[in-house]
């Protein structure tokens, strides 16, 4: 099952107490299905427990009967029609709701939202009919289709308005129909939170830290690898240089100070320069200098010589 069916499962069992939260589930649901125009027309939904709910919806607050058929695929898939019989009944569906049949274009009215717990039931609703969510280990985005463009930014425009959200929902065009969409993770998990799918919210977080740990600790596995291979790197230029004074004129030709610290980088390779200040007791500033004076030291020397 995906992320989205495992939401609109979550969601599909809450019941709502108040007629109004009721109302205005119902309302999200009629008014984004396809079902919800004066024209008979037909909804197609992939989940049963969705259709039977649109059913339901058109039953109860839209005053109608509705008709649900199952469509078998060419595979073992199976699919929902959802339709409005009778154009007097769709009329009436649509005046349920303080819509008008001559309406040119599709609004969505506020004064079916009558209370302050009203707007998440509604939105519970049209994700439900609507709605569509990533799955979190994949990405994050949410989004609403809708085949009209009006009723599109009417929605952004009431997600935004939402004082107990913080989100910013972006409207596109998509084929014929709008499509709302968030796509940053905060806002994903807000909005599922405040719709009801809490539990799926709580996964989403989950694999959210899941994946900026993973990712802070690759990024300090990186950052160490590389400052190895940096200090291996380093330290092989000078195991060759300090070779090279020991083939040519030996390491006696040396300072004391040089043949010192020489002396710890070729008993310690994979010594860093912190380390090696702490051995000599020096800065690692000192340790540095030294080791540019070697490395300048055996550059000078001829190609070929021999010890004294």
Same mark, same amino acid.
């Given at each position: 099952?995906?992320?989205?069916?495992?939401?609109?499962?979550?969601?599909?069992? +809450?019941?709502?107490?108040?007629?109004?939260?009721?109302?205005?589930?119902?309302? !999200? /649901?009629?008014?984004?299905?396809?079902?919800? $125009?004066?024209?008979?027309?037909?909804?197609?939904?992939?989940? *049963?427990?969705?259709?039977?709910?649109?059913?339901?919806? =058109?039953? &109860?607050?839209?005053? &109608?009967? =509705?008709?649900? @058929?199952?469509?078998? !695929?060419?595979?073992?898939?199976?699919?929902?029609?959802?339709?409005?019989?009778?154009?007097?009944?769709?009329?009436?569906?649509? *005046?349920?709701? !303080?819509?008008?049949?001559?309406?040119? &274009?599709?609004?969505?009215?506020?004064?079916?939202?009558?209370? #302050?717990?009203?707007?998440?039931?509604?939105?519970?609703?049209?994700?439900?009919?609507?709605?569509?969510?990533?799955?979190?280990?994949?990405?994050?985005?949410?989004?609403?289709?809708?085949?009209? *463009?009006?009723?599109?930014?009417?929605?952004?425009?009431?997600?935004?308005? %939402?004082?107990? %959200?913080?989100?910013?929902?972006?409207?596109?065009?998509? !084929?014929? *129909?709008?499509? &709302?969409?968030?796509?940053?993770? =905060?806002?994903?998990?807000?909005? /599922?939170?405040? +719709?009801?799918?809490?539990?799926?919210?709580?996964?989403?977080?989950?694999?959210?830290?899941?994946?900026?740990?993973?990712?802070?600790?690759?990024?300090?596995?990186?950052?160490?690898?590389?400052?190895?291979?940096?200090?291996? $790197? =380093?330290?092989?230029?000078? %195991?060759?240089? +300090?070779?090279?004074?020991?083939?040519?004129?030996?390491?006696?030709?040396?300072?004391?100070?040089?043949?010192?610290?020489?002396?710890?980088?070729?008993?310690?390779?994979?010594?860093?320069?912190? #380390?090696?200040? #702490? @051995? %000599?007791?020096?800065?690692?500033?000192?340790?540095?200098? @030294?080791?540019? @004076?070697?490395?300048?030291?055996?550059?000078?020397?001829?190609?070929?010589?021999?010890?004294?």
């Amino acid at each position: 099952m995906s992320f989205a069916s495992e939401c609109k499962r979550e969601l599909l069992k +809450i019941e709502n107490r108040k007629p109004c939260c009721i109302r205005a589930e119902h309302y !999200g /649901l009629l008014l984004f299905s396809r079902c919800f $125009s004066p024209l008979e027309a037909q909804t197609v939904c992939e989940n *049963g427990a969705v259709a039977r709910r649109l059913a339901q919806a =058109a039953a &109860v607050s839209g005053g &109608v009967y =509705a008709e649900v @058929r199952t469509r078998l !695929g060419r595979r073992s898939d199976s699919s929902y029609t959802i339709t409005v019989p009778g154009e007097d009944a769709r009329r009436a569906m649509l *005046g349920a709701f !303080g819509h008008d049949e001559m309406e040119t &274009v599709l609004r969505l009215r506020r004064e079916n939202l009558r209370n #302050e717990c009203c707007p998440a039931s509604f939105l519970r609703g049209v994700f439900l009919i609507c709605g569509t969510v990533t799955d979190p280990n994949k990405g994050y985005r949410l989004e609403f289709t809708t085949p009209h *463009g009006a009723l599109a930014e009417d929605l952004a425009a009431l997600l935004t308005s %939402l004082p107990a %959200l913080s989100v910013s929902p972006s409207v596109a065009k998509r !084929g014929s *129909g709008s499509v &709302v969409y968030l796509k940053e993770s =905060a806002a994903v998990e807000d909005l /599922l939170t405040y +719709i009801g799918a809490v539990n799926a919210a709580m996964t989403a977080m989950q694999i959210k830290m899941y994946k900026e740990t993973y990712n802070n600790l690759n990024r300090v596995s990186n950052f160490e690898t590389a400052n190895l291979d940096k200090t291996y $790197s =380093a330290s092989s230029k000078q %195991l060759a240089a +300090i070779a090279r004074i020991y083939d040519t004129v030996g390491i006696g030709a040396l300072p004391e100070d040089l043949r010192e610290t020489a002396a710890l980088r070729l008993e310690n390779p994979e010594m860093s320069l912190r #380390e090696m200040s #702490e @051995r %000599l007791s020096i800065s690692r500033s000192g340790v540095n200098h @030294r080791i540019r @004076r070697i490395l300048e030291f055996a550059g000078n020397l001829p190609e070929t010589g021999e010890k004294p």
